[in-house]
Every structure is written in C-alpha cells, then in structure tokens.
C-alpha cells in the first residue's frame, strides 16, 4: 500500500506570496492532519479534516487554512507569507481519526520564505 | 492535556538494547501512550502504542509500568539507522476526536558503532 505523499517537496517563496501545498493520504484513510515543524517551536498541529470539514484546529493565524476534497486529498494554503513561515509541513493521514487509529505522516514539503 | 517528559538526548551503543525512558504522570486512565521517532528532516514514523499492557512488534517493545506513570520504549538491538528523535506521546479523548497529536521535545538517541 502507498504512503501518504505529499508535493512539492521544496518550495522557495518570497514574503507576500502565497502557498499551496498539497497531501495524498493513504487509501481508504479518510482523515488528514495538518503539522507545522520548526526548529524553535517543534512540531505544532494546523487542523485536521475528515470528510471535507475541519474538525479541530490549532493556535495558527486564519492565514493558514485548508480543505478536504471528497477523494480524501487534501491542501493547505499559507496567504502573504512571513520569513517565519519557513518550516517543513507534514501532513499524516488516518482512517478515521479514533483514539487507537494510527497517524502515519508523509515525507513534508520543505518551505522556504525569502 | 497529559504532558510528557523525556530526556532530551542519549547515547547507544550499535548492538545493544535501546532503552528510551517517558514519564507522563498525569496521564487518564482511557489515554493511550504513543512513540513515534522522527529521522532527521523525514515525516515522524509510528512506532508503537499502548494502553496499560506491554506490547511488542517487529520494530520495538513497549514496557509501561502499572501505574501507567511512566514507560520506556525498548530497541533491542539498536543500529546506526535508529538513531533518530523519538517522541513519546499521549492521545487523550478529546484530542483523538480532533486526531491531534501534541510533540514534545523527543529524545535525541545516536547509536554509536
């Protein structure tokens, strides 16, 4: 069975820009989590969506949001990006999100804000 | 939430058992304890959880003590690829409703040959 793959890999943008970065979550898994990774705060939750609504969201300014398609893909896009935006995104995809149900994560894309 | 605490690094050497310490004292009777580890600039990979019971799989065994205070992930015989950070986490209800997992600092483990 494949992984969860997400695309691009890396990704270099200017401040102001925006982002989309994409996550194809493993089949038949119909949850999908949202992870900021920096060195200065860790790993931080975004949101999650589980059939195409938001379920749960983290400490993350509305620049930051997502959606769900009905293929259980899902995106997230950063609008007028910052410097401090520059981090690796992950994405983790579950079949549906109960307490024993394991997150398995996807590589990440690499941002990089100039 | 129920916080976690790990050393933030240890050493192992290559061949020899692994033994990744977690404390999480204020942990809930119906709050599974997680590990996954975190290859450097790779997406976590799960390890293995519980619930009060000592499980084991193919990559590691999982020893969490009665009171469910505090476990320790065990590598049997660790090699150069194992070395990594490793989170211990705790799923609480609410959080697995919202499927948020909450990372801590890890354990910073390098095998040694």
């Known amino acids: 069975k494949a992984g969860v793959t997400q695309t691009p890999r890396y990704l270099i943008k200017t401040r102001g820009q925006q982002v989309t970065l994409s996550c194809s979550p493993i089949?038949?898994?119909?949850?999908v989590s949202w992870y900021q990774q920096t060195p200065g705060q860790g790993l931080q939750f975004l949101f999650e969506?589980?059939?195409?609504?938001?379920?749960n969201k983290g400490n993350f300014p509305g620049r930051f949001s997502g959606r769900q398609f009905s293929n259980s893909r899902s995106e997230m896009n950063v609008s007028t990006l910052e410097l401090g935006d520059s981090a690796l995104y992950l994405c983790?995809?579950?079949?549906?999100?109960?307490?024993?149900?394991?997150?398995?994560f996807g590589p990440g894309t690499r941002l990089t804000v100039l | 939430d129920a916080k976690t605490t790990q050393p933030p690094s240890m050493d192992c050497a290559e061949g020899r058992a692994a033994n990744l310490p977690c404390n999480h004292s204020?942990?809930?009777?119906?709050?599974?304890v997680y590990w996954y580890r975190q290859i450097h600039s790779q997406g976590p990979q799960y390890i293995i959880h519980?619930?009060?019971n000592n499980e084991t799989n193919e990559m590691a065994s999982l020893i969490i003590t009665e009171d469910r205070k505090s476990s320790t992930l065990i590598l049997p015989h660790a090699t150069l690829r194992d070395t990594a950070v490793y989170y211990c986490?705790?799923?609480?209800?609410?959080?697995?409703?919202?499927?948020?997992?909450?990372f801590g600092g890890g354990t910073r483990v390098l095998v040694k040959p």
């Open positions: 519980g619930l009060k």
């Open positions: 089949s038949g898994h119909r949850s």
């Open positions: 983790a995809s579950s079949w549906a999100g109960t307490l024993t149900d394991t997150q398995y």
């Open positions: 969506y589980f059939s195409e609504t938001q379920r």
């Open positions: 986490i705790v799923r609480t209800p609410l959080e697995a409703a919202g499927n948020k997992l909450t």
């Open positions: 204020t942990i809930s009777g119906n709050e599974y």
